[in-house]
């Protein structure tokens, strides 16, 4: 990641971007290979619309070519059933303000992992250019207004661009796979912590909402069957016994990270926690 994201990023624009060479042959596809295109239809046909202007992007510099690489300024993270997707809608309507081609591409917290989801085990990793690659057409937009700076104008690029992944915040279940039981039952690193080494000026708008409210709110919603305002105080009974039933034994920390638990709860959730300490349910 480090060998792709430089420590600098361009002067004179407010969103992080840079540029960096670009090696390929001209007459390849630069999407072919992006795990996020394959595997989805709606992907695709964003990249097959970067993919028919991508040529003409390019800088020529030196008889060298560089292609524009941008990094959100901010990031939209929150609890589900907090309204990021909200949000996330306003803000779009800013014409200063651009997105990854879709919402909740989760890089940080699960693709980079090879995670689509958790019960199924690890798939191909995707790497960071994957990532990167989601925000070509606003480095498109940006590198038109620089351009044009460059060319003797005295505007400046105020693009910015937003990432709006909400379990940015809280999912770091990744962390099982790949600390084992070295770690004592704890993470030694969170998601939070590698985000801060790679761009420690990066934005974060976080979304919250009464615990409580929020959880009925995500019960309602995922739930299959027979839901109810009673089926619901029996699942959080008994998953309140189950995470205090794991306090007894260990760490307040090693008990919010521990998956197995987790996945054992009728209901639960990223501000679950929270609960333990409500007089809703005392």
């Known amino acids: ?45 964003v990249f097959q619309h ?23 300024y901010f990031y939209i993270i929150g609890q589900p059933k907090c309204g990021t997707t909200d949000l996330y809608d306003r803000l779009r309507l800013h ?25 199924e085990g690890l798939h191909d990793r995707y790497p960071v250019e994957d990532y990167l690659d989601l925000f070509d057409q606003a480095a498109y937009q940006i590198q038109g207004e ?11 690029p105020k693009i910015i661009i937003g990432e709006a992944s909400a379990s940015t915040m809280w999912d770091n279940n990744a ?13 030694l690193f969170l998601i939070q912590d590698f985000i801060h080494a790679v761009q420690p000026e990066a934005r974060f708008i976080v979304m919250l909402r009464d615990p409580v409210e929020r959880l009925y709110s ?14 619901f105080h029996e699942k959080v009974s008994e998953s309140l016994q189950l995470f205090e039933g794991c306090l007894m034994e260990y760490t307040m920390r090693s008990c919010v990270y521990n998956t197995t638990v987790n996945n ?19």
């Open 1 to 45: 990641m480090f060998s792709v994201i430089p420590r600098k990023f361009l002067p004179g624009l407010k969103n992080p971007c840079w540029y960096e060479e670009f090696t390929g042959n001209i007459t390849t596809d630069p999407y072919k290979m992006n795990l996020y295109g394959r595997y989805s239809r709606r992907f695709r046909t």
């Open 175 to 187: 962390w099982v796979y790949f600390y084992d039981n070295t770690t004592e039952g704890e993470p």
């Open 50 to 72: 970067l993919r028919s202007t991508f040529y003409h992007h390019l800088l020529h510099r030196n008889r060298r070519l560089y292609r524009m690489r941008c990094l959100p």
């Open 218 to 231: 995500d019960y309602l919603y995922f739930g299959i069957a027979n839901k109810s305002a009673e089926d």
């Open 146 to 156: 620089l351009t044009t700076n460059i060319s003797g104008s005295p505007t400046h």
């Open 95 to 119: 014409p200063d303000v651009k997105f990854t081609t879709f919402k909740e591409p989760h890089w940080w917290t699960r693709k980079r992992f090879g995670i689509i989801r958790l019960s």
């Open 264 to 282: 054992a709860m009728p209901v639960s959730g990223p501000s679950f926690l929270f609960l333990s300490g409500s007089p809703a349910f005392k």
